[in-house]
Protein backbone atom coordinates (compact mmCIF):
# COMPACT_ATOMS: atom_id res chain seq x y z
CA UNK A 1 0.00 0.00 0.00
CA UNK A 2 2.71 2.38 0.97
CA UNK A 3 4.93 1.85 -2.27
CA UNK A 4 1.37 2.46 -4.42
CA UNK A 5 0.95 5.48 -2.29
CA UNK A 6 4.27 6.63 -3.41
CA UNK A 7 3.85 5.26 -7.22
CA UNK A 8 0.54 7.90 -7.64
CA UNK A 9 2.65 10.37 -5.37
CA UNK A 10 5.32 10.59 -7.98
CA UNK A 11 2.85 10.01 -11.05
CA UNK A 12 1.32 13.43 -9.73
CA UNK A 13 4.49 15.07 -10.14
CA UNK A 14 4.66 14.25 -13.30
CA UNK A 15 1.16 15.15 -14.42
CA UNK A 16 1.41 18.15 -12.55
CA UNK A 17 4.86 18.99 -14.88
CA UNK A 18 3.31 18.00 -17.60
CA UNK A 19 0.07 20.22 -16.99
CA UNK A 20 2.10 23.72 -16.26
CA UNK A 21 4.10 22.56 -19.18
CA UNK A 22 1.65 22.15 -21.60
CA UNK A 23 -0.26 25.36 -20.19
CA UNK A 24 3.28 27.53 -20.93
CA UNK A 25 3.92 27.68 -17.34
CA UNK A 26 6.94 26.65 -17.73
CA UNK A 27 8.76 28.05 -14.48
CA UNK A 28 6.42 26.45 -12.46
CA UNK A 29 6.83 23.16 -14.72
CA UNK A 30 10.59 23.54 -14.45
CA UNK A 31 9.97 23.64 -10.57
CA UNK A 32 7.81 20.36 -10.41
CA UNK A 33 10.44 18.92 -12.12
CA UNK A 34 12.92 19.58 -10.22
CA UNK A 35 11.44 19.12 -6.87
CA UNK A 36 10.45 15.03 -8.42
CA UNK A 37 13.82 15.09 -9.00
CA UNK A 38 15.44 15.72 -5.85
CA UNK A 39 12.23 13.94 -3.33
CA UNK A 40 11.45 11.02 -6.05
CA UNK A 41 12.66 7.50 -6.48
CA UNK A 42 12.44 6.82 -10.28
CA UNK A 43 13.53 3.92 -12.54
CA UNK A 44 16.35 5.08 -14.98
CA UNK A 45 13.82 5.69 -17.46
CA UNK A 46 11.49 7.73 -15.85
CA UNK A 47 14.24 9.84 -14.45
CA UNK A 48 15.25 10.23 -17.81
CA UNK A 49 12.24 11.28 -19.27
CA UNK A 50 11.80 14.35 -15.84
CA UNK A 51 15.48 15.63 -16.89
CA UNK A 52 14.39 16.15 -20.68
CA UNK A 53 10.96 17.87 -19.48
CA UNK A 54 13.23 19.86 -16.92
CA UNK A 55 15.38 20.66 -20.16
CA UNK A 56 12.34 21.57 -22.20
CA UNK A 57 10.74 23.85 -19.46
CA UNK A 58 13.73 25.62 -19.19
CA UNK A 59 14.32 26.02 -23.18
CA UNK A 60 10.57 27.70 -23.33
CA UNK A 61 11.93 30.15 -20.36
CA UNK A 62 14.00 31.44 -22.82
CA UNK A 63 16.74 32.30 -20.32
CA UNK A 64 20.02 32.24 -21.65
CA UNK A 65 21.74 31.84 -18.48
CA UNK A 66 19.90 28.57 -18.78
CA UNK A 67 22.24 27.14 -21.85
CA UNK A 68 24.63 25.19 -19.17
CA UNK A 69 21.64 23.61 -17.13
CA UNK A 70 19.60 22.39 -20.22
CA UNK A 71 22.51 20.77 -21.55
CA UNK A 72 23.18 19.34 -18.29
CA UNK A 73 20.04 17.65 -18.04
CA UNK A 74 20.03 16.78 -21.69
CA UNK A 75 23.27 14.74 -20.91
CA UNK A 76 21.71 13.11 -17.87
CA UNK A 77 18.83 11.73 -20.12
CA UNK A 78 21.21 10.58 -22.51
CA UNK A 79 23.25 8.85 -20.01
CA UNK A 80 20.05 7.20 -18.48
CA UNK A 81 19.31 5.55 -21.66
CA UNK A 82 16.78 8.53 -23.37
CA UNK A 83 19.13 9.01 -26.52
CA UNK A 84 17.29 10.30 -29.22
CA UNK A 85 17.55 12.58 -31.69
CA UNK A 86 15.35 15.00 -29.93
CA UNK A 87 17.30 15.26 -26.87
CA UNK A 88 20.73 15.64 -28.79
CA UNK A 89 19.20 18.51 -30.73
CA UNK A 90 18.53 20.48 -27.91
CA UNK A 91 21.83 19.95 -26.68
CA UNK A 92 23.43 20.49 -29.70
CA UNK A 93 21.63 24.39 -30.36
CA UNK A 94 22.74 25.16 -27.02
CA UNK A 95 26.01 24.36 -26.78
CA UNK A 96 26.39 26.06 -30.23
CA UNK A 97 24.95 29.52 -28.42
CA UNK A 98 27.62 28.62 -25.60
CA UNK A 99 30.25 28.60 -28.96
CA UNK A 100 31.53 24.82 -27.33
CA UNK A 101 31.55 23.88 -31.32
CA UNK A 102 32.94 20.52 -31.42
CA UNK A 103 30.71 18.94 -29.03
CA UNK A 104 27.64 21.02 -31.18
CA UNK A 105 28.94 19.45 -34.24
CA UNK A 106 29.07 16.51 -32.76
CA UNK A 107 25.07 16.18 -31.76
CA UNK A 108 24.31 17.36 -34.65
CA UNK A 109 25.72 15.06 -36.67
CA UNK A 110 23.97 12.32 -34.52
CA UNK A 111 20.76 14.15 -34.79
CA UNK A 112 21.11 14.68 -38.63
CA UNK A 113 22.01 10.59 -38.60
CA UNK A 114 18.64 9.30 -36.74
CA UNK A 115 16.51 12.34 -38.46
CA UNK A 116 17.34 13.12 -42.19
CA UNK A 117 15.86 16.25 -43.69
CA UNK A 118 16.99 19.80 -45.30
CA UNK A 119 16.65 21.43 -42.06
CA UNK A 120 19.17 18.99 -40.23
CA UNK A 121 21.13 19.27 -42.70
CA UNK A 122 21.54 22.81 -42.72
CA UNK A 123 21.87 23.02 -39.13
CA UNK A 124 25.06 20.57 -39.34
CA UNK A 125 26.48 22.51 -42.14
CA UNK A 126 25.98 25.46 -40.39
CA UNK A 127 27.60 24.36 -37.28
CA UNK A 128 30.55 22.87 -39.24
CA UNK A 129 31.18 25.90 -40.92
CA UNK A 130 31.15 28.05 -37.89
CA UNK A 131 33.69 25.67 -36.50
CA UNK A 132 36.01 25.88 -39.18
CA UNK A 133 35.38 29.36 -39.16
CA UNK A 134 36.67 29.44 -35.24
CA UNK A 135 39.60 26.78 -35.86
CA UNK A 136 40.89 28.98 -38.43
CA UNK A 137 40.22 32.66 -36.74
CA UNK A 138 42.44 35.19 -35.89
CA UNK A 139 44.24 35.26 -32.23
CA UNK A 140 42.54 38.83 -32.02
CA UNK A 141 38.73 37.15 -33.03
CA UNK A 142 39.53 34.67 -30.26
CA UNK A 143 39.83 36.59 -27.50
CA UNK A 144 37.75 39.22 -29.01
CA UNK A 145 39.73 41.82 -29.84
CA UNK A 146 40.85 44.44 -32.51
CA UNK A 147 43.70 43.91 -34.21
CA UNK A 148 45.42 47.27 -32.20
CA UNK A 149 44.59 45.32 -28.50
CA UNK A 150 47.42 46.48 -26.06
CA UNK A 151 49.01 43.99 -23.81
CA UNK A 152 47.20 45.07 -20.93
CA UNK A 153 43.72 44.75 -23.12
CA UNK A 154 45.07 41.51 -24.11
CA UNK A 155 45.57 40.03 -20.59
CA UNK A 156 41.93 41.51 -19.66
CA UNK A 157 39.66 39.62 -22.16
CA UNK A 158 41.97 36.85 -21.48
CA UNK A 159 41.49 36.78 -17.82
CA UNK A 160 37.46 37.15 -18.23
CA UNK A 161 37.50 34.47 -20.65
CA UNK A 162 39.33 32.65 -18.35
CA UNK A 163 37.42 32.69 -15.76
CA UNK A 164 34.26 31.53 -18.04
CA UNK A 165 35.87 28.87 -19.32
CA UNK A 166 38.41 27.32 -17.55
CA UNK A 167 38.28 23.20 -17.02
CA UNK A 168 39.01 23.75 -12.90
CA UNK A 169 35.40 25.91 -12.90
CA UNK A 170 33.66 23.09 -14.45
CA UNK A 171 34.81 19.43 -12.98
CA UNK A 172 30.87 19.02 -11.86
CA UNK A 173 29.50 19.22 -15.20
CA UNK A 174 28.83 16.53 -17.33
CA UNK A 175 31.91 14.88 -19.28
CA UNK A 176 30.87 16.66 -22.66
CA UNK A 177 30.98 20.03 -21.46
CA UNK A 178 34.29 19.35 -19.88
CA UNK A 179 35.86 18.15 -22.84
CA UNK A 180 34.20 21.09 -24.88
CA UNK A 181 35.01 24.13 -22.22
CA UNK A 182 38.97 22.61 -22.10
CA UNK A 183 38.91 22.62 -25.74
CA UNK A 184 37.62 26.17 -25.93
CA UNK A 185 40.01 27.47 -22.78
CA UNK A 186 42.65 25.51 -24.82
CA UNK A 187 42.18 27.96 -27.58
CA UNK A 188 41.83 31.22 -25.57
CA UNK A 189 45.21 30.45 -23.98
CA UNK A 190 46.85 29.68 -26.96
CA UNK A 191 45.72 32.92 -28.31
CA UNK A 192 47.08 34.65 -25.84
CA UNK A 193 50.10 33.10 -26.03
CA UNK A 194 50.48 34.10 -29.48
CA UNK A 195 49.49 37.56 -29.30
CA UNK A 196 52.03 38.53 -26.10
CA UNK A 197 55.04 36.78 -27.77
CA UNK A 198 53.88 38.87 -31.02
CA UNK A 199 54.05 42.25 -29.27
CA UNK A 200 57.06 41.51 -27.38
CA UNK A 201 58.77 41.05 -30.86
CA UNK A 202 57.34 44.14 -32.06
CA UNK A 203 58.50 46.13 -28.78
CA UNK A 204 61.80 44.43 -29.39
CA UNK A 205 62.30 45.23 -32.89
CA UNK A 206 60.36 48.76 -32.58
CA UNK A 207 63.31 48.97 -29.86
CA UNK A 208 65.87 48.42 -32.19
CA UNK A 209 64.79 50.84 -35.19
CA UNK A 210 64.72 53.79 -32.08
CA UNK A 211 68.20 53.38 -31.87
CA UNK A 212 68.76 53.12 -35.62
CA UNK A 213 69.33 49.62 -36.05
CA UNK A 214 67.75 47.24 -38.26
CA UNK A 215 66.60 44.14 -36.80
CA UNK A 216 67.08 42.06 -39.59
Not at 133 to 144: I, K, M, V
Not at 200 to 209: D, L, P, S, V
Request: proline share 2%.
Amino acid sequence: MKEQREDIGQMTFIGKGLFAYMNDLNDAAFNVFSEALANGSFTNEESALLHILRAKALVACGHPSDDLAIIADCCMAIDKGLGGWEVHQIRGKHLLKQELLGAAVEDLEIVNRLKRSAETRQALNEAKNKLMTWETQSHHNALGLQQTATNPQILKAYKNLSMKYHPDRHRDKPEVLQKAFEEKFKRITNAKTALMENQHQWQHEAKFQQNGYSYH
